[in-house]
Nanobody, 116 residues
Framework: QVQLVESGGGLVQPGGSLRLSCAASGPIFSLFTIISWYRQAPGRQRELVATITGGGDTEYADSVQGRFIISRDNAKNTVALQMNSLKPEDTAVYYC?????????WGQGTQVTVSS
């Protein structure tokens, strides 16, 4: 069964950092061609944060460009989202999504709260 599991969320002060991890049930870029991080804040639509392809190409939302870094760890079969200079408006549930052929697979989400 194809699964994605996020981890690494928590409470952090403004200006701090967190590292999220997305793990797959197998070799992540054998299962998926693209891995993306999304987030959803209360009362708002889910939005794309960052994307990485199997070839290592990356894209970022304007709101996180220069602060967040998406990367792959082939040895651990994970994709990480390093979040720096966090702001209160980054508070959301963060989801990992994998694209496999024409189907999207979502993780269960991990809560990130940025507050003093």
């Amino acid at each position: 069964q194809v699964q994605l599991v996020e981890s690494g969320g928590g409470l952090v002060q403004p200006g701090g950092s967190l590292r999220l991890s997305c793990a797959a049930s197998g070799p992540i870029f054998s299962l998926f061609t693209i891995i993306s991080w999304y987030r959803q804040a209360p009362g708002r639509q889910r939005e794309l944060v960052a994307t990485i392809t199997g070839g290592g190409d990356t894209e970022y939302a304007d709101s996180v460009q220069g602060r967040f870094i998406i990367s792959r760890d082939n040895a651990k079969n994970t994709v990480a989202l390093q979040m720096n200079s966090l702001k209160p408006e980054d508070t959301a549930v963060y989801y990992c999504k994998g694209r496999r052929r024409t189907t999207d697979y979502w993780g269960q989400g991990t809560q990130v709260t940025v507050s003093s």
